[in-house]
């Protein structure tokens, strides 16, 4: 059972209340607000212990640092490719795609992640 702390609730309040899918950095200047001596490690910490504890998802994409999601249930995320914004996409999840997968090349599938990349509305000429 994970324990529960003033500092790991913070995190996951303010991931929960974001609009964006923030950094590390970003959600420790946030809870900072709240907790003015936390430290960095200890966000870092505690988003580790959501992720682990399936309460958050951590979205890495190749070259940027790791992004945040309060949102921990399967879904889509668009980055856009000029202001490096995510955006969740609103849609159907194919549920089925991991048997699928799993049948077909005979490995255990848990989990599957899809990325559209693109412009955004506000950044296309």
């Known amino acids: 059972m994970i324990r529960k702390s003033k500092q ?16 590390a ?34 979205l890495g994409f ?6 945040f999601d309060g949102k921990a249930e399967n879904h889509y995320h668009f980055r856009c490719l000029k202001c490096n914004h ?15 997968l799993a049948q077909k090349i005979g490995f255990t599938v848990f989990e599957h992640r899809l990325e559209f990349h693109g412009l955004c509305k506000d950044c296309q000429p």
């Open 62 to 67: 190749a070259g940027t640092q790791s992004r």
């Open 8 to 23: 790991k609730e913070a995190i996951f309040k303010v991931l929960k209340g974001a609009t964006s899918h923030p950094t």
């Open 86 to 100: 995510i955006f969740d996409v609103e849609g159907p999840v194919d549920k089925k795609i991991n048997e699928r």
């Open 25 to 58: 950095e970003w959600v420790y200047e946030q809870v900072r607000q709240e907790i003015p001596n936390i430290s960095l490690g200890t966000v870092y910490r505690g988003l580790k212990l959501l992720k682990r504890n399936g309460e958050i998802l951590e």
